[in-house]
């Protein structure tokens, strides 16, 4: 079965960097969209950036671009979220999600923690 675990999630200052991974298990993991999504407190999980099978295409919500930086290594079934210049509002937790072209159904993560002070 598919297993996605995520981890680099921690407490930061404004204005550092952290980088998540999130490491698939139990697929083929190049045939998959891989996304990142987050959660903050007392809200909904929304999206943050996504990424193709081959890394053809990335997209990202307007409030990350040009901070964060999602890619991934097939070889190592793992893909990354680089997240520079962070602030007190990207404060969340970030899961991992996997979904085959075509299909309906995602897979999560357990989810990774990351807390920016101001």
């Known amino acids: 079965q598919v297993q996605l675990v995520e981890s680099g999630g921690g407490l930061v200052q404004a204005g550092g960097s952290l980088r998540l991974s999130c490491a698939g298990s139990?697929?083929?993991?190049?045939?998959?969209?891989m996304s990142w999504f987050r959660q903050a407190p007392g809200k909904g999980r929304t999206f943050v950036a996504s990424?193709?099978?081959?890394?053809?295409?990335?997209n990202y919500i307007d409030s990350v671009q040009g901070r964060f930086t999602i890619s991934r290594d097939n070889t190592k079934n793992t893909v990354y979220l680089q997240m520079n210049s962070l602030k007190p509002e990207d404060t969340a937790v970030y899961y991992c999600s996997a979904r085959l072209s075509g299909s309906t159904d995602n897979y999560w993560g357990q989810g990774t923690q990351v807390t920016v002070s101001s």
């Open positions: 990424i193709g099978g081959s890394s053809e295409f990335t």
């Open positions: 139990g697929m083929t993991f190049s045939r998959y969209l």
